[in-house]
């Protein structure tokens, strides 16, 4: 991006502190201007509104690094696709984007600024397009719900099986659509390494004002069928380097992780012996009630001697086993800083254990975990 960042990181500064009013305006513009376009979007306009904001905010304040922000809005570009996104939308975009920021920065809004804005928008869009046109996969996978287990009151497996061959690695994502709530799409972690049936497993966990979640939780059966964005995530399975694994998961937070080890365990029946990684699992919840998968990891661990499992739970203390949060049981072991570690769950729960890992000695470089990106 050959530009110069500082107009726009300067105006987009005067609209930070009334971002609400202005992604109102700005989807008001937008749809007055163009109201075919509102079909692309979910009913609901609240938590849409956040994203965008979030994005763009994630975008100007990445204007320095144009690698890494390439990179990102390629990956945007592709995502796009399962909207429904084609490429004469992001000039209606971009007039609306304009308009927005040039009513909001008022009396410091200047030529300068309206040349940055424009130069950089034109650019992003052009990455954004170039990306989608050269993605060949398809931009969503119907899939059909073959298994449906109600593990708790809100906690639910859901068995997948696409129409079409879904590619991902262990420890990724998929964003999911339910015929119940078109246009909403939300990101699910895949809990199995892949398989030759092309099945997998989602964790869903039923959150309060959860749309999607609540649906594929409780309305969603056996024969129907959702909806499949592409795989995505850095936090997947690791190159075999003979350290031995330290998995932390909380809640739901297992699938990721339980597809990562999945993996390592398949691959390390046929690698040399004195690379096989062992495995220690830390899973946690509440209360004994909440550990919804431990039964089939119970399983696991009876065929295969180097996964060890440990639950933990934090809210009951009538429980007989580790009772703790996970980042106090953590540091009730030795040391883990010969380990390279997988973390997945609650985000306080995630920073306060690899804070504790960092002062136990473990290398930020060797902590993993990742986050479900918002689609802008």
Known sequence: MQFDPRPVKESFALIEPAA???????????????????????????????????????????????QGLATDLARLGR????????????????????????????????????????????????IMTEAAAADTSPPWWPAEVIGHERRTGDIAVLTLRPALPFP????????????????????????????????LRLHVRAVPGGWVSTALTRGTRVGDTLMLGPARGSMIAPAASGRDILAVAGGTGLAPLKAIIESVLTEEA??????????????????????????????????????????????????????????EVIGDFPSWRDHDAFLCGPPAMVGKAAQRLRQDGLPPVRIHHDHHPTDP
């Open 20 to 66: 609400a009013r202005a992604t109102a305006y700005f989807y008001g513009r937008l749809f007055a201007a163009h109201p075919h376009l509102r079909a692309l979007f979910p009913p609901a306009m609240n938590v849409q509104r956040e994203r965008l904001f979030r994005a763009l905010t994630r975008i100007v304040w990445s204007l320095d690094c144009p």
């Open 79 to 126: 995502d796009h696709r399962k909207y429904g996104v084609a490429p004469a939308h992001y000039a209606a975009v971009g007039d609306a984007l304009l308009a927005t920021v040039r009513r909001f920065a008022a009396e410091a809004w200047s030529p300068e600024m309206e040349r940055a804005w424009a130069t950089a928008y034109a650019t992003a869009a052009e």
């Open 270 to 327: 046929t690698g040399p012996e004195d690379r096989r990684p062992h495995i220690h699992l830390l899973y946690g919840a509440r209360n004994g009630g909440e550990l919804y998968d431990l039964p089939d990891l119970i399983r696991m661990r009876a065929h295969h001697a180097r996964l060890r499992v440990l639950p933990v739970v934090s809210g009951d203390h009538a429980y007989e086993g580790l009772r703790g949060t996970l980042p």
């Open 168 to 199: 991902f690695l262990p420890g990724q994502y998929a964003t999911v659509q339910t015929a119940r709530w078109p246009r909403v799409w939300r990101a699910f972690s895949i809990a199995n390494a892949p398989r030759e049936d092309n099945t």
